[in-house]
């Protein structure tokens, strides 16, 4: 299965002759976009003409059958071929008008008169009445195809993604490769600095101190240093979770929320084995890690 992103663009259009005797030659065209970027769950906008409102739950129906998160919003409309153009308005639509006015006004004096632009608007509305049927049944056909390339555009951000975090894990495995032999060499140093110091102590205590109980002090404190600093543990469980996310990423689907939680183990484990960093080396190590991770993050963010 794919992996996908939350973010995509789609378009679709249908053209159709306009409804009228005084429209021939004329067409109309039903547009419709979708637009989608990341979000927690899946968040529906719709932003439809008046005549397709009644659309809307169809709408909505699909998009939630076929998308699990994402900010989605959908835009449909109907415009003229030929946005310049005004039809005249039938007379009959401007003396409905007309009468209308009259009787809204015997009842509520204070109404503002129409305008001419509301009087081109309603008659153009009223004029598209016979292609409305027309749009409710080309709308839902024309609303899949829309989906179809928004999941595949999806889908080719989703592998570019994938692709990414595969690089970065690739690098995060490599990071945990140089951390490992630097501990037996630190805990090696301390235990000669250790030795070192007690025998000073030693010659300066005139033979106060046993050798013996000496050598065994410096071998704790050796021990009880190895054992603040070894990052064994921590680069065990960041590999465990570096493994799951490669996992998750051959896998696919709804993928997202489960990234995002392990991508935040990593980052504790980084901060971990910083915390316990005793050398120059692994406290670079440490950064560097906490930056891909970062990076990891920033990209996890879009996963679906």
């Known amino acids: 299965m794919a992996v996908y992103s939350m973010t995509g663009y789609a378009s679709a259009q249908h053209t159709a002759p306009s409804a009228g005797s005084d429209a021939e030659g004329r067409h109309r065209r039903l547009g419709l976009e979708i637009r989608s970027v990341n979000s927690r769950f899946l968040d529906l906008s719709f932003r439809l003409s ?63 008169p129409l305008t001419v632009a509301d009087a081109l608007r309603l008659c153009a509305g009223a004029g598209a009445g016979g292609a409305a049927e027309d749009w409710d049944a080309v709308l839902p056909a024309l609303a899949q195809d ?3 390339d928004l999941l595949l555009a999806r889908e080719r951000e989703g592998k570019r993604l994938a692709t990414m975090l595969q690089d970065r894990l690739s690098q995060l495995r490599a990071l945990a490769r140089q951390a490992v032999p630097l501990v037996p060499q630190l805990v090696e140093q301390q235990r000669q600095r250790f030795m070192e110091r007690w025998k000073e102590a030693m010659a300066l205590g005139e033979g106060a101190v046993a050798p013996e109980a000496a050598q065994d002090r410096a071998l704790s404190e050796a021990t009880a240093f190895a054992i603040r600093i070894d990052v064994a543990e921590e680069v ?27 991508i935040q183990e ?22 560097d890690m906490k930056v891909l991770i970062e990076q990891m993050r920033e990209q996890v963010q879009n996963i679906e």
């Open 236 to 262: 065990t469980r960041l590999e465990s979770h570096l493994d799951e996310i490669e996992r998750l990423l051959k896998k696919g689907g709804e993928i997202g929320k489960r990234l995002d939680f392990l």
């Open 50 to 112: 008046d005549e397709l409102r009644a659309q809307e739950p169809a709408l909505r129906s699909l998009l939630t059958g076929r998308l699990k998160r994402g900010k989605v919003e959908v835009r449909a409309f109907i415009e003229s071929d030929d946005a310049g153009a005004l039809p005249d308005p039938a007379p009959r639509l401007l003396q409905r008008l007309n009468s209308l006015q009259d009787a809204v006004r015997a009842w509520l004096p204070q109404a503002a």
């Open 146 to 148: 829309a989906l179809d």
């Open 266 to 287: 990593l980052h504790r484990e980084a901060n971990t084995l910083g915390s316990k960093s005793a050398a120059l080396d692994l406290t670079r190590i440490s950064v």
